[in-house]
Antibody, heavy 121, light 107 residues
Framework: EVQLLESGGGLVQRGGSLRLSCAAS????????MSWVRQAPGKGLEWVSG????????YSADSVKGRFTISRDNSKNTMYLQMNNLRAEDTAIYYC??????????????WGQGTLVTVSS | SYVLTQPPSVSVAPGKTARITCERNNIGSYSVHWYQQKPGQAPVLVISYDSDRPSGIPERFSGSNSGNTATLTISRVEAGDEADYYCQVWDPSSDQVFGGGTKLTVL
C-alpha cells in the first residue's frame, strides 16, 4: 500500500524558514517523480515544486522560485521542501504527491494527508 | 501563461448526469487530468490523460477533451460524489497548473 506522510509544518514568522519532509513507502521511491502541492485556507490547489525520480530535474512555480528548494534522498525514501523567506501568502496545507512516472509528468496518483504551514505577520 | 477556467459551482439531482468543464485555448492539444477533493481530505485522481480511469474509480466517471474544452462527466450522480473537482494540465512554465475548482452540489 502506497503511503505518503508529510511532516515539518507549523507556525513560523514572516521571513522565517521551515523544512517539510515527505516519507514514502509501499512503492519503489526512486522510480517516480514527486511534487509538492499546496492549498491555502478555503482556496484551490496550487502546484509548488516537482522533482524527477533521480533528483536530476526540478521545477518550481514562479511564486516560490528563489525561496523554496525541493530535494529528495532516495536512500531514505524521503522528499524535502526547504522553504526560506516565508511570506503570509505561503500559509497553506502542503501536500506531497506521487507522480505516475519517473520524469515529471504532472499526474498525481497518490497524495499524503498534508501538513499545515502558517506564516504569521 | 494560460488560465484553466472552471465554473465555480455545478448542481445536479441524484441519478442525473453532471458535467464539469475546463476551458483553455486549444486545451485539446494537452493531456487533462481531474481530481476530486472532499472536505478535509486530500485530492484523489479520478481521470488521467483526458479519459483514463484509475483503478478503483467508478465507471460513472468519464472524461473528454477537444478544442478549447475538457469535460468531466459523472453519470448517475450519488450523494457521495459531492466534492470539489479540479482539472489540471501539466506545464511547469505556466503560472497555473490546476483549474480554479468546481464545487459539485448534489441536490
Amino acid at each position: 500500500e502506497v503511503q505518503l506522510l508529510e511532516s515539518g509544518g507549523g507556525l513560523v514568522q514572516r521571513g522565517g524558514s521551515l523544512r517539510l519532509s515527505c516519507a514514502a513507502s509501499g512503492f519503489t521511491f526512486s522510480t517516480y517523480a514527486m511534487s509538492w502541492v499546496r492549498q491555502a485556507p478555503g482556496k484551490g490547489l496550487e502546484w509548488v515544486s516537482g522533482i524527477s525520480g533521480s533528483g536530476d530535474s526540478t521545477y518550481s512555480a514562479d511564486s516560490v522560485k528563489g525561496r523554496f528548494t525541493i530535494s529528495r534522498d532516495n536512500s531514505k525514501n524521503t522528499m524535502y521542501l526547504q522553504m526560506n523567506n516565508l511570506r503570509a501568502e505561503d500559509t497553506a496545507i502542503y501536500y506531497c504527491a506521487k507522480d505516475l512516472d519517473t520524469p515529471i509528468r504532472g499526474v498525481f496518483d497518490y497524495w499524503g494527508q498534508g501538513t499545515l504551514v502558517t506564516v504569521s505577520s | 501563461s494560460y488560465v484553466l477556467t472552471q465554473p465555480p459551482s455545478v448542481s445536479v439531482a441524484p441519478g442525473k448526469t453532471a458535467r464539469i468543464t475546463c476551458e483553455r485555448n486549444n486545451i485539446g492539444s494537452y493531456s487533462v487530468h481531474w481530481y476530486q477533493q472532499k472536505p478535509g481530505q486530500a485530492p484523489v485522481l479520478v481521470i488521467s490523460y483526458d479519459s483514463d480511469r484509475p483503478s478503483g474509480i467508478p465507471e460513472r466517471f468519464s472524461g473528454s477533451n477537444s478544442g478549447n474544452t475538457a469535460t468531466l462527466t459523472i453519470s448517475r450522480v450519488e450523494a457521495g460524489d459531492e466534492a470539489d473537482y479540479y482539472c489540471q494540465v501539466w506545464d511547469p512554465s505556466s503560472d497555473q497548473v490546476f483549474g480554479g475548482g468546481t464545487k459539485l452540489t448534489v441536490l
